[in-house]
């Protein structure tokens, strides 16, 4: 018996709009095809149940009143040579260069939702409204480097100290976050080196200094930008999807001796039809 399998999937494209903000009408549109670059991707449908049995009814009857799609695209960053940790060549934080003790950096981000659609809409159309960020850094702990870090929040300065720049270059890529330092953690183990955890929020306005073609670049950017997505699990006998998205969360996760993950969630804004 014939099973599909993940070298079937011939199309998984998001298309963002071009310098007149509209996807389709200035011929400028920008498209990311993420099939290469794709490890995992998984396309969700949610149904919003309401139980409308009465009060004398022993069984639930539960009516669909909305639905939505989540789709999840987990990328290793490039078809040609996957992103590593060693295409990591800026880390700072405060000004401060940590990139030789660097174990492991996550950085997230987080959009907020109002609901955008009428009331007698059968489809979800999610409306960004905010957005956050979160950090979190392990390092390696020497005599020297990280004494900035080790007392940060410590000290008689603590309320301003607490306010810091998170920058990094990845892949020629230049990101610069204000972060408010959440924790900061040390510890030891026996037969192991010290170590600083420390997690951060965001305090501000992000910014992309270069590589803005990127996928990430473009989330980071503004997140608030509608994609269409276009997904094909197979040419013989395969279903197309296709619809409107807005993105929900962006993570990059950086792993010593191993490739760069991002991963991409977006919801659905309005019908995601059948193509």
């Known amino acids: 018996m014939a099973r599909q399998n993940s070298l079937d999937v011939t199309n998984l494209t998001l298309t963002g ?14 498209e990311y095809d993420l099939l290469a670059d794709t490890m995992r991707a998984t396309l969700t449908l949610d149904n919003v149940l309401v139980d409308v049995a009465g009060a004398t009814s022993l069984n639930a009857v539960n009516e ?50 109002d609901e955008g659609k009428g009331a007698a809409s059968k489809w979800l159309e999610p409306v960004v409204t905010g957005v956050d960020y979160t950090g979190s850094v392990e390092l390696l702990l020497d005599n020297a480097a990280n004494n900035a870090l080790q007392v940060l929040g ?14 990094f270059t990845l892949n020629t890529v230049a990101f610069s976050f204000p972060m408010a330092l959440r924790s900061s953690q040390w510890s030891m183990d026996r037969k192991q080196l010290q170590r600083l955890n420390v997690e951060f929020s965001g305090n501000g306005a992000e910014s992309v200094n270069t590589g803005t073609a990127t996928l990430l670049a473009a989330a980071i950017n503004d997140p608030r930008v509608a994609l269409f997505a276009e997904l094909t699990t197979s040419a013989a006998n395969g279903r197309s999807w296709e619809g409107t998205f807005v993105h929900d969360s962006v993570s990059v996760s950086i792993q010593d001796q191993n490739i760069v993950e991002t991963t991409f969630r977006l919801r659905s804004q309005g019908a995601v039809a059948l193509a």
């Open 154 to 167: 410590f000290g008689t300065d603590a309320a301003t100290a607490l306010d810091v720049a998170l920058a």
């Open 64 to 113: 669909g009143q909305a639905a939505g799609a989540t789709l999840e695209i987990v990328t290793k960053s490039s078809a040609t040579n996957a992103v590593k940790a060693q295409d990591l060549t800026v880390f700072t934080i405060g000004g401060t260069t940590y990139l030789a003790d660097l174990r492991s950096f996550t950085l997230n981000q987080q959009c907020t939702h």
């Open 17 to 30: 709009p071009g310098a007149d903000g509209v996807i389709g009408t200035g011929g400028d549109d920008v």
